[in-house]
């Protein structure tokens, strides 16, 4: 577990996870809007499960909008050929410009944030910075990108989920936006349960196991049967630092 400086409680300094369960105590709901010029692509993700239930218990609210709406001339068109030369387009400043500033009259956004490959890496500890945040405003990229100028102007972080080229940024805004909505205090059943997940204390998760005890010759280990809990618990620290040292051993040595 990695501490991290700032919040301090008393003479007591707070590690995140700890600082997440108690910031949790606090918060209310949170918005985000998603600027697309493909919402289709956008709907589905959030319409079911986990993010669903979180949005109809008033947790969370996603608002998807379509860029086109701001398009210029009769075609609404939103992109343009490059400066200088070059293959694909470019989204074009104006309706980038005036959709973010009809939405900044209405909020004030923590972040906004353009989804990009040359963003930085996307990691739990961003999802968990992310989830304490009240309004989030997300931009998709789509064709070469966005111009240079509302980055500079409006953007104030960048994130990619990877290192590969997605065809736009709603998918990459999806695993973002699931991945910060299920940490919003009251979205899961158990409302310390997400912070059991692989990557919490930068170690991947231990197997688990459900019924039947035994499966075609293969049984659960016996430990996980024998009712005694602080056992239970040292061995899946042990079996999560042995899984990621074989597979991930990059996160022990942050
Ligand atoms: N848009 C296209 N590819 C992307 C990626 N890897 N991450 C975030 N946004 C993207």
Same mark, same amino acid.
Request: glycine share 8%; with cysteine; proline share 5%.
């Given at each position: 577990? &990695?501490?991290?400086?700032?919040? $301090?409680?008393?003479?007591?300094?707070?590690?995140?996870?700890?600082?997440? &369960?108690?910031?949790?105590?606090?918060?209310?709901?949170?918005?985000?809007?998603?600027?697309?010029?493909?919402?289709?692509?956008?709907?589905?993700?959030?319409?079911?499960?986990?993010?669903?239930?979180?949005?109809?218990?008033?947790?969370? $609210?996603? #608002?998807?909008?379509?860029?086109?709406?701001?398009?210029? %001339?009769?075609?609404?068109?939103?992109?343009?050929?490059?400066?200088?030369?070059?293959?694909?387009?470019?989204?074009?400043?104006?309706?980038?410009?005036?959709?973010?500033?009809?939405?900044?009259?209405?909020?004030?956004?923590?972040?906004?944030?353009?989804?990009?490959? =040359?963003?930085?890496?996307?990691?739990?500890?961003? *999802?968990?910075?992310?989830?304490?945040?009240?309004?989030?405003?997300?931009?998709?990229?789509? /064709?070469?990108?966005? =111009? $240079?100028?509302?980055?500079?102007?409006? &953007?104030?972080? $960048?994130?990619?989920?990877?290192?590969?080229?997605? !065809?736009?940024?709603?998918?990459? *805004?999806? #695993?973002? #936006?699931?991945?910060?909505?299920?940490?919003?205090?009251?979205?899961?059943?158990?409302?310390? !349960?997400?912070?059991?997940? !692989?990557?919490? =204390?930068?170690?991947?998760?231990?197997? #688990?196991?459900?019924?039947?005890?035994?499966? +075609?010759?293969?049984?659960?280990?016996?430990?996980?049967?024998? %009712?005694?809990?602080?056992?239970?618990? =040292?061995? +899946? /620290?042990?079996?999560?630092?042995?899984?990621?040292?074989?597979?991930?051993?990059?996160?022990?040595? %942050?």
């Amino acid at each position: 577990m &990695v501490p991290l400086g700032g919040l $301090e409680i008393g003479q007591q300094k707070l590690s995140e996870k700890e600082k997440m &369960v108690s910031f949790a105590k606090n918060k209310s709901s949170m918005r985000i809007d998603i600027i697309s010029v493909m919402p289709e692509l956008l709907h589905s993700p959030f319409e079911h499960s986990i993010m669903k239930r979180a949005q109809d218990k008033g947790l969370l $609210e996603v #608002v998807v909008h379509n860029l086109r709406d701001y398009g210029l %001339g009769k075609h609404k068109q939103v992109d343009d050929y490059q400066f200088g030369g070059g293959a694909g387009m470019v989204m074009m400043c104006e309706p980038l410009a005036n959709c973010i500033d009809d939405l900044i009259k209405e909020r004030t956004y923590d972040e906004i944030i353009f989804l990009t490959p =040359d963003g930085e890496r996307y990691r739990q500890s961003i *999802a968990n910075q992310l989830s304490l945040k009240d309004n989030l405003l997300f931009i998709c990229g789509h /064709y070469k990108g966005i =111009d $240079e100028r509302i980055r500079e102007q409006y &953007v104030t972080r $960048e994130i990619s989920i990877g290192d590969y080229v997605l !065809s736009g940024g709603e998918l990459a *805004a999806a #695993v973002v #936006v699931d991945s910060i909505g299920r940490l919003l205090p009251g979205v899961l059943g158990d409302e310390q !349960s997400a912070l059991t997940d !692989s990557f919490q =204390d930068d170690l991947l998760a231990p197997p #688990v196991y459900t019924r039947p005890a035994s499966f +075609r010759g293969q049984d659960v280990p016996e430990i996980l049967l024998s %009712g005694n809990t602080p056992k239970i618990e =040292d061995w +899946r /620290y042990e079996q999560a630092l042995a899984r990621t040292q074989a597979r991930r051993p990059d996160l022990l040595e %942050g």
